[in-house]
């Protein structure tokens, strides 16, 4: 009990579980779903388009935003959704050894995202909390560093352990309910230690107490959220930045794991859990540090070009992988590089969500505008299936491309001219 009442900790004690706990239920939920149901046998356009539903919570959050930044506090958010997320991965874990599974994993994945959505509204409105501006653009790599790790860690590490049960035991089914099990107690282990770890910021308290005094509506916030200067730009970019990943994230895996008959690399399940697990992390969470280190000592503006062009660069990689078909050995350098690449760009993109997001209501500010980057994402991925089908992992991946540039033309009229 001793242990709640200190009102601030060194940010490395709670920042990487606070994150890591962030990205694992959404790696879980958007990517790892997505080669669960390849290794059981549902086909590439039925999983694109029922697991792109799967982003509908990270949408339609701003919904409950407000709900979430009035009543009790971020800390106590932050226990009880990390609870839930723990029961909904060994309901999930349950359901794979059912003839039903697909709708049954597909339903509780679904709770699950809508736990994580919440989650999210509350660790971002505590690390505004609890940090002071400076520490927030200095600490924003190390944050995505570990939110990054959190999805290497489930796409590579829990997906090679999936791929090493399927090859001791034969039985995918098993193999994976045995991963998901073990994501449940990532998360109950979570909850204890984030009782006794995370601080009791000042902030925390008096901005709830604050909040419910002025009786803060939905409207209000909404309202204030598009009187910001330059809102449309703001919209467009938040909107399409990632549009491009958004139709590579959903194919990536099935590209992967595809026999090279049916333009695949033909990797196997140990192989995609390593490609991600080893080389991706370490790149990934060096870039995530590197972005936030580089904001913080040379300014938002003269970054974000740099950064951007970093970040999209490397889909290019994807093009000649499809084309030349390499083998392990190749697949691995470039994968590094592209997740360096994209752990500085999205760095940017995080670092400008966090400084739009303005004035007392903050913590919906920013669930509004991860809500809206959520819809930018589930809306491409809905499609991306079947015109992968249509066209072919070549010509796919050069329409990835070609998605990148609507946001790259947003950001000379972003208002950032004091960032």
């Known amino acids: 009990m001793k242990n709640q009442a200190v009102a601030s900790r060194n940010p490395w004690s709670f920042l990487p579980t606070l994150y890591f706990a962030e990205g694992l239920p959404y790696v879980l939920i958007n990517t790892v779903s997505v080669i669960l149901y390849k290794r059981m046998g549902i086909d590439n356009a039925h999983i694109a388009f029922w697991t792109s539903w799967l982003y509908l919570p990270w949408v339609i959050k701003m919904f409950w935003g407000p709900f979430v930044d009035v009543y009790s506090t971020k800390r106590r958010w932050i226990l009880s959704t990390q609870a839930a997320m723990s029961l909904c991965m060994f309901a999930v874990a349950f359901s794979l050894r059912s003839e039903s599974f697909f709708a049954l994993s597909l339903s509780a994945f679904f709770a699950g995202a809508f736990i994580s959505a919440t989650y999210d509204i509350a660790a971002d409105g505590f690390y505004m909390l609890a940090l002071s501006e400076k520490d927030q653009a200095l600490f924003v790599g190390l944050r995505a560093g570990f939110y990054r790790l959190a999805m290497i860690f489930g796409s590579g590490f829990l997906v090679y352990a999936a791929g090493m049960l399927e090859t001791s035991t034969n039985d995918i089914a098993r193999s994976w309910s045995a991963v998901m099990a073990a994501s449940g107690l990532i998360f109950a282990s979570a909850v204890i230690y984030h009782k006794f770890l995370l601080p ?67 990797l196997t399940t ?150």
């Open 270 to 419: 140990k192989e995609v859990g390593l490609v991600y697990g080893t080389v991706g992390v370490i790149c990934l969470v060096s870039g995530g540090i590197l972005g936030g280190w580089l904001i913080s000592r040379f300014g938002f503006k003269r970054c974000v070009w740099p950064m951007v062009i970093t970040m999209h660069l490397p889909d290019l990689f994807f093009v000649y992988m499809a084309y030349a078909l390499p083998g392990t050995g190749l697949v691995y350098p470039l994968v590094a590089l592209e997740q360096f690449g994209y752990g500085l760009g999205f760095t940017v993109f995080t670092v400008y969500l966090m400084y739009s997001a303005n004035g007392r209501y903050k913590t919906s500010h920013y669930a509004i505008s991860t809500g809206i980057m959520a819809l930018g994402m589930m809306l491409p991925g809905f499609a991306s299936g079947w015109v992968q089908q249509a066209v072919g992992y070549p010509a796919f991946f050069i329409i990835v491309c070609v998605m990148t540039i609507p946001g790259m033309l947003t950001i000379p009229f972003l208002p950032i001219e004091k960032k």
């Open 200 to 266: 009791v910021p000042a902030a925390d308290g008096a901005r709830t107490a604050k909040e419910k005094s002025d009786g803060a509506s939905f409207a209000e916030v909404i309202r204030s959220y598009f009187r910001q200067e330059k809102i449309g730009v703001t919209l467009a970019f938040i909107l399409c930045y990632r549009l491009g990943e958004a139709m590579l994230l959903k194919l990536v895996t099935p590209f992967l794991l595809d026999a090279k008959a049916s333009g695949g690399l033909g």
